[in-house]
């Protein structure tokens, strides 16, 4: 089993940036495929983020070039999503996802095993 624990979110202006954490427990995670989703009220929850234990990194086209996710799997076991240049339609709840198994659809919310709880990030104009 792996736990995970998000932290990082709050209220930031248009243009600025955050960082979030997602620490893991349970088990290290350097095998695993790691994501990012986020879910805004009364949309699906959608896919923004995803890392590879190989390195590889995905984004959705909405955050190519301002997210950028990263993790230590060494002694913190703990994944990252820099968010930098934040839009008001940035504004969710952020979820941290991990998954041992390959698949090759990273984008897919129903292939991750495990979930953080959400952190909350709003963007205001």
């Known amino acids: 089993q792996v736990q995970l624990v998000e932290s990082g979110g709050g209220l930031v202006q248009a243009g600025g940036s955050l960082r979030l954490s997602c620490a893991a427990s349970g088990r290290t995670f350097s095998s695993y495929t790691v994501g990012w989703f986020r879910q805004a009220p009364g949309k699906e929850r959608e896919f923004v983020a995803a890392?590879?234990?190989?390195?590889?990194?995905?984004y959705a086209v909405s955050v190519k070039g301002r997210f950028t996710i990263s993790r230590d799997n060494a002694a913190k076991n703990t994944m990252y999503l820099q968010m930098n240049s934040l839009k008001p339609e940035d504004t969710a709840v952020y979820y941290c996802?991990?998954?041992?198994?390959?698949?090759?659809?990273?984008?897919?919310?129903?292939?991750?095993?495990?979930w953080g709880q959400g952190t909350q990030v709003t963007v205001s104009s």
């Open positions: 996802a991990a998954v041992e198994k390959y698949y090759r659809d990273y984008a897919r919310p129903s292939n991750y095993d495990y």
């Open positions: 890392s590879r234990w190989s390195g590889i990194t995905y």
